[in-house]
């Protein structure tokens, strides 16, 4: 166990639809980041929260959008679904904003666009 | 920007074989370096990493030495099991890259008994 959560497990929704994941960090730690594992394909980096602000962006298309809390969890929302978006989403957290530290991953969100 | 480039896969064993994949990586900084690995219907987990030139990660029987003349992070073991089929990222994490973790494309491994 990682220590961090991600809810829901599964998730089927239809094209057009808005979803929110939701990623509860290691306790303690203040960053949390997201990425998306389509089939077949590696890790892809969306976003970094860092104590509640926002400190790296990668690949995160306009439609999405991530936030975290003054609790530390984070919320990453999905709109506009597009059978694309179909993908595991993973949530991982570090202790600080540091690099040279393991990330700790959840066991992710698998969202089904139909 | 940073990158990390591995083997493709898959890659299929036979049980007690040699294992290595292939790992490089393109950093402005001084990164730490990591190998997680993905079993079925799991999320990530760290299976090793170095933070420095020279050092070696270790664990579970699979090694990886970080060598910075060569860019390099190539993941061994010298006798797989069954038990070691996954999916084997390399990835790296620096300052420079705004301290977000960037993965390689993953390699599958697959070993037979």
């Known amino acids: 166990d990682s220590g961090v959560t991600q809810t829901p497990k599964h998730l089927i929704t239809a094209t057009g639809q808005r979803v929110t994941l939701r990623c509860s960090p290691r306790s303690g730690d203040l960053s949390v980041y997201w990425y998306q594992q389509s089939l077949d394909q590696g890790l892809q980096f969306l976003i970094q929260?860092?104590?509640?602000?926002?400190?790296a962006k990668g690949n995160i298309l306009e439609r999405f959008s991530a936030q975290q809390f003054p609790d530390l969890h984070s919320e990453l929302n999905l709109s506009s679904l597009e059978l694309g978006d179909s993908a595991l989403y993973f949530c991982?957290?570090?202790?600080?904003?540091?690099?040279?530290?393991?990330?700790?991953f959840g066991q992710g969100t698998r969202l089904t666009v139909v | 920007g940073n990158s990390v480039t591995q083997m493709e896969g898959p890659v299929t064993l036979s049980e007690e074989a040699f294992l290595t994949i292939n790992c490089t990586y393109t950093?402005?900084?001084?990164?730490?370096l990591f190998w997680y690995v993905q079993y079925p219907g799991e999320g990530l987990q760290l299976l090793l990493k170095a933070t420095k030139a020279d050092d070696k990660g270790s664990n579970k029987g699979f090694e990886a030495t970080y060598r910075k003349e060569t860019t390099s992070f190539h993941l061994e073991k010298g006798s797989v099991q069954v038990s070691d089929s996954a999916v084997y990222f390399c990835?790296?994490?620096?300052?420079?890259?705004?301290?977000?973790?960037?993965f390689g494309a993953g390699t599958r491994l697959f070993v037979k008994a």
């Open positions: 990835a790296l994490s620096d300052a420079t890259g705004g301290f977000k973790t960037i």
């Open positions: 950093a402005t900084g001084y990164p730490s």
């Open positions: 929260y860092y104590n509640g602000e926002e400190r």
């Open positions: 991982a957290s570090t202790p600080g904003d540091r690099g040279s530290t393991e990330a700790f």
